[in-house]
Nanobody, 126 residues
């Protein structure tokens, strides 16, 4: 099992920034591709960003491209999401996720992620 704990959410005005962090434990973190998803009330959980095991490859949803940056620190077992130029439509619970199997590529698909954090609320006011 891998345990994931998110932090860094909060309330911010439109145009502001937040940095989310996810701390992992229980498995060899560097062996797992990681991702961030988000879910708004009444909507399905959606892909935000993903990162390869080494951090050399990153992927973004079109809605956040150019505003969000994903990164990881394998020495500290953390993955981060820097969110800039936030919009009210970015309001959601943000979840950190790890692929179910080690040594596989990052994925855009929710079904490919077996380990999830509890989520952190991000609220962007207009």
């Amino acid at each position: 099992q891998m345990q994931l704990v998110e932090s860094g959410g909060g309330l911010v005005q439109a145009g502001g920034s937040l940095r989310l962090s996810c701390a992992a434990s229980g498995r060899t973190f560097s062996a797992y591709a990681m991702a961030w998803f988000r879910q708004s009330p009444g909507k399905e959980r959606e892909f935000v960003s993903a990162i390869s095991r080494s951090g050399g490859l990153t992927y973004y949803a079109d809605s956040v491209k150019g505003r969000f940056t994903i990164s990881r620190d394998n020495a500290k077992n953390t993955v981060n999401l820097q969110m800039n130029s936030l919009k009210p439509e970015d309001t959601a619970v943000y979840y950190c996720a790890a692929r179910g199997n080690p040594y596989v590529s990052a994925s855009y698909y929710l079904k490919d992620y077996a380990y999830w954090g509890q989520g952190t609320q991000v609220t962007v006011s207009s």
